[in-house]
């Protein structure tokens, strides 16, 4: 499975096939996850972000809610745990193309400051090909996607 975020959010399947993650809300969710993958994102972090200074009055039932839409749309191809305290979207970083692009940005910088330019010019090009677009492009203007965008644009410059 692939999660795109460098450009309009997207989940393929492992066969290059969109699995359709409908609505808004959903598509912040599963970018917030990715955005750590692997790792456990707090649900008070995840009702901040999702709602931004205007949580739901019940935000943990809401946010229990949309977690159990996003696992029914990514039925099969991947799986939001459970954990004390919060969730995680289970897929490896090279999975996130946003994560693999700070990856393959740092191995090409590294390889740069070495003086190795022919090895870093192929890092940093195989980095600069996983853009389809501006980071997080269709996402509401949410204050962790316009903070995560702005990182990912200032190392793509």
Known sequence: MRI????????????????E???ARLRVLVA?????????????ALIDD???SEPPADSANALQALVSRLRKALRGVATVES???GYRLAVRAEDVDALRFEELAARGNRELEAGRV??????LGEALKLWSGEALADLPDLPFARA???RLDD???
């Open 4 to 19: 795109a975020l460098l450009g309009p959010v997207r989940v393929l399947d492992d066969h290059a096939h969109r699995v």
């Open 21 to 23: 993650v409908g609505g």
């Open 32 to 44: 917030r996850l990715a955005l750590k993958a692997g790792r456990v994102v707090t649900s008070d």
């Open 50 to 52: 999702l709602w931004d």
């Open 83 to 85: 954990v004390p305290g």
């Open 118 to 123: 022919e090895a870093a010019a192929s890092l």
């Open 148 to 150: 995560a965008a702005l």
């Open 155 to 157: 190392l793509r410059v």
